[in-house]
């Protein structure tokens, strides 16, 4: 991949979207991309987890972070395989050690992420015992290059929309862009790219084109990042974890403008937004109807 990302979208990798036919608003013949889901089913060892709706890609990257986000898989566990059956839709998870986690499963709570977005209710106590890194900044420079660079990176989500992006980034450069149906699974695959190559949370700021929920902000708290960013909008419960966490969350963060509701200590505002560009058109209108 070329620019500034360690991995980022391939928009016209073959199968995650496919062409369609039908018709517009004045009945003529209209050609537009909508993106592919199937089915991943997860297993740890021997035993099964989840059937997920994904677009396929990176399949290792999403079990190994949704393990680990479901607090599955502890720090000390040794991942000694993962094998993805293309066929079967089938991705297995193996550990040095079997685990046991029949408990979690009965302790499982709907959330408001879609695609069968899930937590577990243990993780909310390791939630309150993370703490993160008061040393982290975000300046305001950087946060209007990130949006800039990230908004105008060739995606699914420009070509076809109807779907959840996230990029995990250092400063004013962001690392991984991953796309997904359903934003936790954008979340957890770049989780399972932290994990799998021992990258440091501390110094990290998450961005992500969905909404500040509870969800968001538990999972970027038990990744340890310090700093989440949306260009679309918050829930309250999101608002009252980040501020119970000391996250910094930073949302409707679109060209030139942003609001930030916890967490304002670690922003340095070294930039005037007057310098800021504004947000390009095609990325307004598009995010008006697929940004949520």
Not at 38 to 58: A, C, S
Not at 172 to 196: F, Q, S, T
Request: contains cysteine.
């Amino acid at each position: 991949m070329t620019g500034p990302y360690v991995l980022q979208p391939d928009p016209f990798a073959p199968g995650l979207s496919t062409s369609v036919t039908g018709i517009d608003q004045n009945g003529e013949p209209v050609e537009t991309r909508v993106v592919t889901e199937k089915p991943l089913t997860l297993y740890l060892n021997r035993q099964e987890v989840v059937t997920m709706m994904t677009i396929g890609d990176h399949p290792d990257l999403l079990a190994v972070g949704y393990l680990k986000n479901q607090n599955m898989l502890a720090d000390d566990d040794v991942i000694t395989d993962i094998d993805y059956d293309d066929d079967l839709d089938v991705v297995i998870v193996r550990t040095e050690r079997e685990t046991n986690f029949e408990e979690k499963l009965k302790k499982k709570v709907r959330t408001s992420g879609c695609a069968q977005g899930t937590v577990f209710g243990d993780v909310m106590e390791g939630f309150e015992t993370v703490s993160l890194s008061a040393d982290a900044r975000l300046k305001t420079s950087w946060l209007y290059s990130l949006t800039k660079t990230i908004n105008t990176t060739p995606s699914l989500y420009l070509e076809a929309g109807a779907i959840h992006g996230c990029v995990l980034c250092q400063e004013d450069r962001p690392l991984v862009y991953m796309e997904d149906v359903g934003r936790h699974n954008a979340v957890d695959k770049i989780a399972g790219w932290m994990v799998l190559n021992d990258i440091t949370a501390s110094d990290k700021i998450f961005y992500t084109t969905g909404r500040l929920t509870s969800e968001m902000v538990i999972k970027t708290v038990m990744m340890g990042i310090p700093i989440l960013v949306s260009r679309s909008g918050f829930t309250a419960w999101g608002v009252d974890l980040a501020r119970q966490a000391g996250l910094t969350l930073i949302g409707r963060a679109r060209g030139k403008r942003f609001v930030a509701l916890a967490g304002q200590d670690r922003i340095e505002f070294d930039m005037d937004p007057l310098h800021a560009d504004e947000e390009p058109d095609k990325i307004r209108r598009k995010g008006s109807v697929f940004a949520e």
